[in-house]
């Protein structure tokens, strides 16, 4: 699937979503393990799952020439 010849150009993660109770409210909880290492990270919240996202994405694009892609992007219909 991956569409660049860049070695981290493609990254795939399991995504796991759950609420606990923590101090007496629900939060969600998630996990992401990646497909290509196993490795798995745990995130006591959405908040912390966005950065980690952000990050991985921001730290590939800096290496580029490409400008990252900040909008959303639309596909025409077949």
Request: hydrophobic share 35%; glycine share 6%; net charge negative.
């Amino acid at each position: 699937m991956p569409t660049s010849d860049e070695p981290d150009a493609y990254q795939s993660y399991l995504l796991r979503l759950w609420r606990a109770r923590y101090q007496g409210e629900w939060q969600w909880r998630a996990s992401l393990e990646s497909r290509h290492t196993g490795e798995r990270q745990v995130f006591a919240s959405l908040e912390q799952l966005f950065a980690f996202l952000v990050e991985r994405c921001e730290s590939r694009v800096a290496g580029t020439a490409e400008a990252p892609v900040t909008g959303p992007t639309q596909v025409a219909n077949p």
